[in-house]
T-cell receptor, first 117, second 112 residues
Framework: EAGVTQFPSHSVIEKGQTVTLRCDPI?????LYWYRRVMGKEIKFLLH????????ESGMPNNRFLAERTGGTYSTLKVQPAELEDSGVYFC???????????????FGPGTRLTVL | AQRVTQPEKLLSVFKGAPVELKCNYS??????LFWYVQYSRQRLQLLLR??SRESIKGFTADLNKGETSFHLKKPFAQEEDSAMYYC??????????????FGKGTLLTVNP
């Protein structure tokens, strides 16, 4: 079974530019999450999709961040315009739809390292 | 607000020694607790979760609701245990509760 994949693995852009990160979840996983780790800080939740719907976007830092999951398959996270403080590692995770007895394990992708100069 | 605290940023032990990585949490309700591990050049992966009560790679963790702790323990550390360890929690019951809240992580180094 292929794991969660993310593209690109690294991105270096200048302040003010736009960057789009992509995440392909494990096939059949309805739940897709975005997290990020800013240097020196903990990994923080950004948002959660269930299929194509945004279940929880309480972690999105501001309106420069836009996440989509058209068709309920892969997801993109666009940062426009990028600022210096957006630098960090962006992780994607996916899980099956959880049942009542136990929440589904979240499988993580390798992350995209974003550097804003 | 939910929070996970890992007081040790770095932990260094010798091979064969016991190891304990500390984790404390705050959550209004009944959370689910996890330990995730990230080995060098690998992705973050689940090590264990409290509801399964398993021992994975010799590691165990007991949820202590009174002390709101979920410390990770191993009686005899191995060099291959060297990695970054993250304690995390999530809520229950669906909806927005499934998001993970992470601690800052503890970098464990097991010396030969």
């Amino acid at each position: 079974e292929a794991g969660v994949t993310q593209f690109p693995s690294h991105s270096v852009i200048e302040k003010g530019q736009t960057v789009t990160l992509r995440c392909d979840p494990i096939s059949g996983h309805d739940n897709l999450y975005w997290y990020r780790r800013v240097m020196g800080k903990e990994i923080k939740f950004l948002l959660h999709f269930v299929k194509e719907s945004k279940q929880d976007e309480s972690g999105m830092p501001n309106n420069r961040f836009l996440a989509e999951r058209t068709g309920g398959t892969y997801s993109t996270l666009k940062v426009q315009p990028a600022e210096l403080e957006d630098s960090g590692v962006y992780f994607c995770a996916s899980s099956r739809e959880a049942g009542l007895a136990g929440e589904g394990e979240q499988f993580f992708g390798p992350g995209t390292r974003l550097t804003v100069l | 607000a939910q929070r996970v605290t890992q007081p040790e940023k770095l932990l260094s032990v010798f091979k064969g020694a016991p190891v304990e990585l500390k984790c404390n949490y705050s959550y209004s309700g009944s959370p689910e607790l996890f330990w995730y591990v990230q080995y060098s050049r690998q992705r973050l992966q689940l090590l264990l979760r409290h509801i399964s009560r398993e021992s994975i790679k010799g590691f165990t963790a007991d949820l202590n609701k009174g002390e709101t702790s979920f410390h990770l323990k191993k009686p005899f550390a191995q060099e291959e245990d060297s990695a970054m360890y993250y304690c995390a929690l999530s809520g229950r019951g669906g909806g927005s509760n499934y998001k993970l809240t992470f601690g800052k992580g503890t970098l464990l180094t097991v010396n030969p």
